[in-house]
């Protein structure tokens, strides 16, 4: 007899049939995977993905990694203005995690003033860097290099000339 019971197995896959595949989540290619395996409900947001997912590559020519997922809520650091629900994917900034730098994309609808600012996780001011006035497109590097490992933050400030002024910010792995 084997240890494995067959009416066991017929258990396991009727509790996967009766999941219902439209609850199955899976990662997205898309640039703008917010949970790759998990979600939120109320005040809750949970993922299966982030702690395994912090790895990189690296040969002569590129530096590869898995990525980091931005949390959703406020639960775990009181932040209330997480960069992916206010900016949307106006911004980019990656690779996260990191080692040296980090590159800092922006696509904005109209023109304003940006300034950028590196926090630890006490949320010190580290880094402050005024971009001035852009029009549309702005790009960045923002050496890590001389910072100790661990978890960072970077909050962007973009006023446009005519609206409201918007912030917000972006948590960063440095390896």
Request: proline share 6%.
């Amino acid at each position: 007899m084997c240890s494995f019971p067959f009416g066991r197995f017929i258990l396991i896959i009727l509790i996967f049939l009766s999941t219902g595949f439209s609850k199955i989540h899976s990662q997205s290619i898309t640039p703008n995977t917010l949970n790759n395996g998990g979600g939120s409900a109320g005040s809750m947001d949970w993922n299966m993905g982030e702690s395994v997912s912090i790895a990189n590559f690296s040969t002569p020519n590129y530096f590869l990694n898995t990525g980091m997922l931005q949390p959703l809520t406020s639960v775990v650091t009181a932040i209330n203005e997480y960069g992916p629900a206010v900016y949307g994917n106006q911004i980019r900034i990656g690779p996260n995690p990191t080692t040296s730098l980090v590159h800092f994309k922006g696509q904005f609808i109209q023109s304003g003033k940006l300034s950028i600012q590196v926090l630890d996780a006490k949320s010190s001011v580290l880094l402050i860097h005024e971009a001035g006035t852009i029009i549309s497109n702005y790009e960045r590097d923002i050496f890590m290099d001389s910072y100790p490992p661990g978890i960072f933050y970077i909050k962007v400030f973009f006023k446009p000339i005519n609206g409201m002024a918007k912030s917000g910010i972006y948590k960063i792995i440095k390896l």
